[in-house]
């Protein structure tokens, strides 16, 4: 039976609460996508295998489906990782000087992120109906090519909005709430161990 310290005290061995304005409303999107993508992947690459033991031959379409769910994935995750303030970034200049300078460049980071990702939503609506109009199918299987590129627009505009909301969560906090969220949790304890 696990002994819980007494009320009040925390944990020496337990991470500390991030703060709740310092996380997304809700990821629940991009888990269900994650999800459905894996699902799909995994469902496709084991069907190919039976197929190719039993057979000695593949079907076509698996590459060409597998290749759109992975490109799916990464722009899901990205999304995510955006949301979650996860992103890539250069930690020499964003861990170091003051608070301010650190909210600040975290600001800036999530504007340029929105801007690249709003411009990307907005270019490929184009790329989208050159494929529709000219009637482009896919090299594999010949499915209408828009199929796939209908979802560069919508999940480059997840990721923009996500930005956004990053952006307006950064805005809000002071410098202190900044670094109080900014800081990885500690390190578990090991307990029973030299």
């Known amino acids: 039976m696990p002994v819980h310290p007494p009320s009040g005290t925390p944990d020496p061995g337990s991470a500390p609460l991030p703060d709740a304005s310092a996380e997304p409303?809700?990821?629940?999107?991009?888990?269900w996508l994650t999800a459905v993508s894996m699902a799909l992947l995994a469902?496709?690459?084991?069907t190919n295998v039976i197929v190719r033991y039993f057979t000695d031959s593949s079907f076509a379409w698996t590459e060409e489906f597998?290749?759109?769910?992975?490109?799916?994935?990464a722009l899901v995750?990205?999304?995510?990782?955006?949301?979650?303030d996860q992103h890539i970034r250069i930690e020499f200049f964003c861990a170091s000087?003051?608070?301010?300078?650190?909210?600040?460049?975290?600001?800036?980071?999530?504007?340029?992120?929105?801007?690249?990702?709003t411009l990307i939503s907005a270019l490929s609506v184009r790329v989208v109906w050159d494929d529709y109009r000219f009637e482009e199918t896919s090299p594999g299987i010949g499915v209408p090519q828009w199929w796939y590129s209908v979802w560069l627009?919508?999940?480059?505009?997840?990721?923009?909005?996500?930005?956004?909301?990053?952006?307006k969560r950064r805005t809000r906090q002071?410098?202190?709430?900044?670094?109080?969220?900014?800081?990885?949790?500690a390190a578990p304890v090991a307990k029973g161990r030299p």
């Open 153 to 167: 627009p919508i999940l480059s505009a997840l990721i923009a909005a996500r930005a956004v909301g990053l952006l």
């Open 97 to 117: 000087g003051s608070a301010a300078r650190r909210r600040r460049l975290a600001q800036l980071g999530a504007s340029l992120v929105a801007v690249l990702f």
């Open 43 to 46: 469902l496709i690459t084991f």
């Open 25 to 31: 409303r809700s990821l629940r999107l991009e888990y």
């Open 77 to 84: 995750g990205g999304s995510s990782a955006v949301a979650r």
């Open 66 to 73: 597998s290749v759109f769910l992975m490109i799916v994935l």
């Open 174 to 185: 002071s410098d202190a709430e900044y670094l109080a969220s900014d800081e990885p949790p």
